[in-house]
Nanobody, 124 residues
Framework: QVQLVESGGGLVQAGGSLRLACAAS????????MAWFRQAPGKEREFIAA????????WSGDSVKGRFSISRDNAKSTVYLQMNSLKPEDTAVYYC?????????????????WGQGTQVTVSS
């Protein structure tokens, strides 16, 4: 079992930045590929970015490439999402998730563990 807790969400103006963090506890954090997803009201959960177990590989969704970046600190059992140049359409609940292998990383159905989410609101 892995428990995930997100933090860092909030209200920010368009063009601003936020950094989300997801702290993991339980089994060895470095055994899991990690990802961020988001879900806006009335929309499906959207893949944002993923990072491999060691951090050597990352993959981002088209809607955030060049603006968001994912990183991890295995010593702290934490994964981060740095969000820059935020837009009102980035408003959503952001979730971190964990899976046991670095494959099929864009599909939410492939993840074994989820956090409770953190709200990000971008005002225009």
């Amino acid at each position: 079992q892995v428990q995930l807790v997100e933090s860092g969400g909030g209200l920010v103006q368009a063009g601003g930045s936020l950094r989300l963090a997801c702290a993991a506890s339980g089994r060895t954090f470095s055994s899991y590929a990690m990802a961020w997803f988001r879900q806006a009201p009335g929309k499906e959960r959207e893949f944002i970015a993923a990072i491999s177990e060691s951090g050597a590989n990352t993959w981002s969704g088209d809607s955030v490439k060049g603006r968001f970046s994912i990183s991890r600190d295995n010593a702290k059992s934490t994964v981060y999402l740095q969000m820059n140049s935020l837009k009102p359409e980035d408003t959503a609940v952001y979730y971190c998730a964990a899976k046991v292998r670095w494959d099929q990383v864009t599909g939410a159905e492939n993840y074994n563990y989820w956090g409770q989410g953190t709200q990000v609101t971008v005002s225009s």
